[in-house]
């Protein structure tokens, strides 16, 4: 059995051989199972088939400092290309809405750089745990977990040894307007890190540090999991943990992978386990074209969003460049959270159909996803306001708008108008139906 990495030097993919290793950490690994909550049954299949979940690692370009900058309050946030596509700086300035620290964000993946000056703000708080007293004082099963958790070493060491948690936690969380790099697509939200792949820990299981870290995040409250990775091979421990998720009202937000395949044919998991909570995010470039590399699929993907030369902050305060769906993934992570925080008892499934539905329609989509629509954060968030605030009427937004690629949906691709026009239908039906909801909730 071969893992692919990402050598972030030369970008070149490097074959490492885990068989031997395997086999020597296989005793181990059992032995550590057995002390572990979660039950050496769950993964035994998994074990022997050496199933394994890979952050995909992209290289991480380096960012020229520019002198002259507009926006002083956040200095690079003009090289963010994908705020604006996604409509994320309008829907800060014209809704006032840019999140709340009540929502929980758990991201798992490399770590983070937890003194990052755009990060540090945002992590999640453990209170019941004491910092550095080397004791598990909340019993959890994670020492000195005040962040997040290491799963690696069952610690709340979760500095990041690569740049892709920080990178990723950058893109959903970083501080708006602090004078320093970039702004997050949510600038106010709680960062949960939970770090399951560290490439300087070869050898380990990440898919088992995966299910321990879903697990982690549905027992300390997540609203919503962010996953930027993946494998070819489905496991029943993973998809029962995210049914665990689905059970408490968690949204699983999932990279669709970066394996240049159709994932109607290919499956890639979690992202295709076909579950209500999971959104399945493919990724498209500058000029709305999803990129080669990425997997796409017209029934598995749901949505496409920004995920080519994504700004973002790396380890040691820094900022870099990075590709790939998990970049995208964040993006729609981002703007759930903004969803979440405005309309908090939303089902995961509701932001999901919000999400898709909200977007922009774009045919080059067209196969590509599920609804052929771009992410929007103004949309997503307006559709249901304009609604609420204006006339209680969703299609008089949806109608009036310059930007509204909604109706155009029904009207001019032909091939699925039918299909379309009963799903927009529908779609608005419910929507109205929230609203008036909303508005007798709000008149209370
Ligand atoms: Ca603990
Ligand atoms: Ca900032």
């Known amino acids: 059995m071969n ?14 051989s885990v068989g031997v290793l395997f086999t020597l950490l296989l005793t181990l690994f059992v032995g550590h199972l057995n002390q572990d909550p979660v039950t050496s049954a769950d993964f035994a299949s998994e074990i022997a088939k050496n199933t394994q979940r890979d952050t995909v690692l992209p290289p991480i370009l380096p960012v020229r400092k520019h ?37 929980i964000v758990a991201v798992i ?62 893109i959903i969380g970083a501080t708006h307007g602090n004078g320093v790099g970039i702004s997050g697509v949510a600038p106010n939200v709680s960062m949960m890190i939970l770090k399951y792949y560290d490439p300087r820990a070869p050898g380990i299981n990440n898919l088992v540090n995966t299910v321990k870290a879903i697990k982690y995040a549905v027992k300390q409250g997540a609203h919503i999991i962010n996953y930027s990775g993946g494998g070819l091979e489905a496991s029943p421990a993973e998809r029962k943990a995210i049914e665990e998720a689905r059970k408490k009202g968690i ?17 890639y998991y979690p992202a295709d386990y076909k579950m209500s909570n999971i959104i399945s995010v493919t990724a498209i470039n500058k000029n709305k074209y999803v ?56 089902t995961p499934s509701k932001v999901i159909k919000h999400l898709t539905q909200t977007g922009d329609f774009d045919q080059r989509l067209s196969g590509k996803t599920k609804h052929k629509k ?69 008149d209370k």
């Open 3 to 16: 893992i692919n990495l990402y050598d972030k030097n030369n970008s070149k993919s490097k074959k490492v």
């Open 67 to 103: 002198k002259k900058e507009k926006d002083l309050l956040d200095p690079a946030i003009s090289k963010m290309w994908g705020l604006q596509s996604v409509q994320a700086i309008k829907a800060w300035n014209q809704l006032n809405i840019k999140g709340d620290r009540k929502i």
């Open 109 to 170: 993946d490399t770590g983070i750089d937890t003194k990052h000056p755009d990060l540090q703000k945002n992590l999640w708080v453990n209170t019941k745990e004491i910092p550095g007293n080397g004791k598990d004082d909340d019993m959890n099963g994670c020492i000195d977990d005040v962040h997040g958790c290491n799963f690696i070493s069952n610690k709340g060491d979760i500095k990041d040894n690569h740049g892709h948690g920080s990178h990723i936690a950058g």
């Open 251 to 267: 949204l699983f937000v999932a990279a669709a992978g970066n394996e240049k395949s159709n994932s109607d044919i290919h499956g």
């Open 291 to 346: 990129l080669p590399s990425s997997n796409y699929g017209a029934a598995s993907v749901d949505v496409a969003a920004p995920g080519n030369n994504i700004l973002s902050t790396l380890p040691g305060g820094q900022y870099g460049k990075m590709t790939g769906t998990s970049q995208a993934t964040a993006f729609v992570t981002g703007v759930a959270a903004l969803i979440m925080s405005r309309f908090p008892d939303f």
């Open 374 to 442: 771009r992410l929007n954060t103004y949309r997503a968030l307006t559709i249901l306001d304009s609604g609420v605030g204006v006339t209680g009427i969703v299609a008089k937004n949806m109608q009036n708008s310059p930007e509204t690629k909604f109706s155009i949906e029904s009207t001019t691709d032909r091939s699925t108008s039918a299909t379309d026009e009963t799903g927009l239908a529908s779609f608005v039906k419910r929507m109205k139906k929230e609203i008036s909801k909303n508005v007798k909730t709000a």
